[in-house]
């Protein structure tokens, strides 16, 4: 089974992601160490993460060589940079809180990286994996922090992102939640896309400016969504 098979399945088997993680070629033996000692749905949620994730890295760009064969480059996941041009003065006072949320997680996460790094060997299997899922996550929220940030100095508009109550969701909740969330988020980005097309193929300003309405209203829905999901998988 390939991994675009496992993923699209209604049914995705423990055991089965076990083995898609362990044949890639980024297989982390610490994270699969402790992936491997139980099956439960906060495991399969953090695996499907991994496979998704590759999924991602591993895009293909073909270039054409001398001998006009495609050969493929690896591509890289890009990493959420700082940004120093961005001042807190250039945002509202609504926006402060999380432009220096975003600027203490980046501190957090590189601590975090020097910590693992200064991991004994004998500490690395039972301490490694949790910082690295720190990192990651803090690398997650940073990313939409800057997606809410970067919206307003595009538009000069704050969104204002929902706080969704967690913390008496079973971890079986919480699967849910996330499976819906991602479900939303591909139905917006399709009629995010639809839009743009549409946008692209006409001529009449007045459905320009329509058009242009839907798709900032779209952009803005989108953004919530995916910073809800963010949340949702801090709590997993």
Same mark, same amino acid.
């Given at each position: 089974?390939t991994i675009d098979t496992w993923l699209s399945s209604?049914?995705?088997?423990?055991?089965?992601?076990?083995?898609?993680?362990?044949?890639?070629?980024?297989?982390?033996?610490?994270?699969?160490?402790?992936?491997?000692?139980?099956?439960?749905?906060?495991?399969?949620?953090?695996?499907? #993460?991994? =496979? &998704?994730?590759?999924?991602?890295?591993? $895009? /293909? +760009?073909? !270039?054409?060589?001398?001998?006009?064969?495609?050969? *493929?480059?690896?591509?890289?996941?890009?990493?959420?940079?700082?940004?120093?041009?961005?001042?807190?003065?250039?945002?509202?006072?609504?926006?402060?809180?999380?432009?220096i949320e975003q600027k203490n997680n980046f501190a957090?996460?590189?601590?975090?990286?020097?910590?693992?790094?200064?991991?004994?060997?004998?500490?690395?299997?039972?301490?490694?994996?949790?910082?690295?899922?720190?990192?990651?996550?803090?690398?997650?929220?940073?990313?939409?922090?800057?997606?809410?940030?970067? #919206?307003? =100095? &595009?538009?000069?508009?704050?969104?204002? $992102? /929902? +706080?969704? !109550?967690?913390?008496?969701?079973?971890?079986?909740? *919480?699967?849910?939640?996330?499976?819906?969330?991602?479900?939303?988020?591909?139905?917006?980005?399709?009629?995010?896309?639809?839009?743009?097309?549409?946008?692209?193929?006409?001529?009449?300003?007045?459905?320009?400016?329509?058009?242009?309405?839907?798709?900032?209203?779209?952009?803005?829905?989108?953004?919530?969504l995916e910073s809800t999901l963010s949340f949702v998988?801090?709590?997993?």
């Amino acid at each position: 089974m390939t991994i675009d098979t496992w993923l699209s399945s209604n049914n995705q088997d423990y055991k089965i992601a076990l083995q898609l993680y362990e044949a890639l070629p980024t297989c982390n033996r610490h994270f699969l160490k402790a992936m491997q000692k139980a099956d439960t749905p906060q495991n399969l949620i953090k695996l499907r #993460y991994q =496979l &998704e994730k590759y999924k991602k890295l591993e $895009v /293909p +760009k073909a !270039t054409i060589s001398k001998k006009n064969k495609p050969t *493929l480059i690896r591509t890289t996941e890009p990493k959420p940079s700082f940004k120093p041009r961005v001042l807190i003065t250039d945002l509202p006072l609504e926006l402060h809180a999380t432009y220096i949320e975003q600027k203490n997680n980046f501190a957090k996460a590189c601590s975090l990286k020097m910590q693992l790094n200064a991991l004994e060997e004998h500490e690395i299997e039972h301490k490694a994996l949790g910082v690295i899922l720190k990192i990651e996550s803090l690398f997650k929220a940073i990313n939409e922090a800057w997606k809410i940030i970067d #919206y307003y =100095l &595009e538009h000069k508009e704050v969104i204002q $992102v /929902p +706080k969704t !109550t967690l913390e008496n969701l079973t971890p079986i909740e *919480l699967l849910k939640k996330q499976n819906s969330l991602r479900s939303s988020i591909t139905r917006q980005k399709t009629r995010k896309e639809k839009l743009l097309a549409e946008l692209k193929n006409t001529s009449l300003r007045t459905q320009k400016l329509k058009l242009e309405t839907k798709i900032e209203k779209a952009t803005k829905k989108l953004i919530n969504l995916e910073s809800t999901l963010s949340f949702v998988l801090e709590k997993i």
